[in-house]
């Protein structure tokens, strides 16, 4: 049962999005006679990945093989769906066949040995394996692509969240620092890492927001995993333990509701109009109008288009396999 009703959630929106984005490939193919958009490259090659839900390795396959990882824009944000299955796979499994007691001690030790494992696991990748590409903005951006988004280095986050159901702890000052002081510690690392980065460069700190050699540089890729599963784990238990908290008060805003209904669909859709908006940013708003308010604009279409398009996906498309899942409920 819960399988099914994960599979009713999660199935068929994400395959909809790989059978719409290869249809327009084909259309592409057809019109320019060419692969514009890397989309018939990406399946052709990590389309099996995509398909088995694997595709947080594709840039061990890309490395391996020689392949360019970052043909095509239109898939990559995946691989977390990818790693969500396979902690579907996993763990209910490990629950049916371990008692709360051995599930506890199993998670304790795993959060205690993983970050060693991960360090291990990193110097290996870069000094003995030299998983470099010259595909992409940096050599070792694959590297850090599948450092980052293999489940292999984050099976300790999987352990933080079994442990979430099985402590007591009533501190709430406590709790509220740890959120505190784990959020400060990751912000003031990547803001630094990010300047030092854009230095290195040549550009804009703003334009190297959000690439993985943020977050791994000047050894932060040793700690800061770690500091990613004491944030989420300490904040999810917070607002479960605290119902009264004010921020669980202002994610009980209708808008937040709302967006909590929607939120798989925006992720599923955003990269599509991330590039159809960048289409219109530089080739028409950045022409035409001063740079700031050009960004502005950009943005604004962006986050609104996708916004009701994943709301008309989510209440003329979602919705039918959500009743079915509500029936088993």
């Given at each position: 049962n819960f399988y099914i009703?994960?599979?009713?959630r999660i199935i068929p929106l994400y395959y909809a999005y790989i059978f719409g984005i290869a249809f327009i490939g084909l259309i592409l193919k057809f019109v320019t006679h060419g692969d514009p958009f890397g989309i018939i490259y990406e399946l052709k090659n990590f389309g099996i990945n995509l398909f088995t839900f694997t595709y947080n390795y594709k840039d061990l396959f890309a490395f391996l093989k020689e392949l360019d990882h970052q043909k095509c824009n239109l898939f990559p944000h995946l691989w977390s769906i990818s790693i969500e299955e396979q902690f579907y796979l996993v763990i209910p499994a490990v629950l049916f066949f371990l008692t709360k007691e051995q599930v506890k001690k199993m998670a304790i030790a795993i959060i205690i040995i993983y970050p060693f494992f991960r360090v291990a696991g990193f110097l290996?990748?870069?000094?003995?394996?030299?998983?470099?590409?010259?595909?992409?903005?940096?050599e070792?951006?694959?590297?850090?692509?599948?450092?980052?988004?293999s489940s292999l280095f984050?099976?300790?986050?999987?352990?933080?969240?079994?442990?979430?159901?099985?402590v007591n702890y009533n501190n709430r000052k406590v709790l509220r620092w740890i959120v505190i002081g784990s959020t400060a510690l990751i912000f003031v690392g990547q803001?630094?890492?990010?300047?030092?980065?854009?230095?290195?460069?040549?550009?804009?700190?703003?334009?190297?927001?959000?690439?993985?050699?943020?977050?791994?540089k000047n050894g932060m890729y040793a700690y800061v995993n770690t500091l990613y599963n004491i944030l989420a784990s300490s904040l999810i238990y917070y607002l479960l333990?605290?119902?009264?908290?004010?921020?669980?008060?202002?994610?009980?805003?209708?808008?937040?509701?709302?967006?909590g209904k929607i939120v798989y669909g925006i992720y599923v859709y955003h990269m599509i109009f991330v590039t159809i908006t960048a289409i219109i940013f530089y080739t028409v708003l950045k022409v035409y109008l001063p740079l700031p308010i050009a960004e502005l604009l950009y943005i604004a279409l962006c986050f609104t288009s996708v916004y009701y398009f994943s709301k008309f996906s989510f209440y003329k498309f979602e919705m039918y396999f959500l009743n079915i899942k509500n029936k088993r409920d």
């Open positions: 009703k994960r599979f009713l290996y990748l870069r000094d003995v394996l030299h998983m470099t590409s010259t595909h992409g903005k940096h070792y951006e694959i590297m850090y692509n599948f450092f980052y988004r984050q099976v300790d986050a999987f352990m933080y969240g079994l442990l979430i159901p099985l803001i630094y890492n990010m300047f030092d980065y854009a230095h290195e460069q040549g550009v804009s700190a703003w334009s190297v927001v959000g690439e993985h050699v943020v977050v791994m333990k605290f119902p009264d908290s004010s921020l669980n008060k202002i994610l009980k805003f209708p808008f937040f509701m709302e967006w």
